[in-house]
């Protein structure tokens, strides 16, 4: 199992910015897409960023030219830089990780989704 433990959130005002931190422990896993998500209250939670192994990154448009996503690969760690915070960006965010690992000689391989339990980021305008 690969245990994440997200860091970094708290209050800022609007404009501010913010910078979480995603651990991920060592395990056999290979670590494929690491992203970053959010949670409001009664609605879905949604993808803000993404960031392949390989360093190909994806955000939602909500967030593009504000927030940059990174992953150090040697460490286990994907950060997300917050800039420009809004008031609509509060919101719990989660650490996500794809895991790839194979299990026989033949290649086959076993994928798992891990999640980090969320931190709180609140913007206050």
């Known amino acids: 199992q690969v245990q994440l433990v997200e860091s970094g959130g708290g209050l800022v005002q609007a404009g501010g910015s913010l910078r979480l931190s995603c651990a991920a422990s060592?395990?056999?896993?290979?670590?494929?897409?690491m992203a970053w998500h959010r949670q409001t209250p009664g609605k879905q939670r949604e993808l803000v960023a993404q960031i392949t192994s390989g360093g190909s990154t994806t955000y939602a448009d909500s967030v593009k030219g504000r927030f940059t996503i990174a992953r150090d690969n040697a460490e286990n760690t994907v950060y997300l830089q917050m800039n420009s915070l809004k008031p609509e960006d509060t919101a719990v965010y989660y650490c996500y990780a794809e895991g790839l690992r194979v299990v026989n000689v033949e290649g086959a391989t076993v994928r798992r989704d891990f999640w980090g339990p969320g931190t709180q980021v609140t913007v206050s305008s």
């Open positions: 060592r395990s056999r896993f290979t670590l494929n897409t």
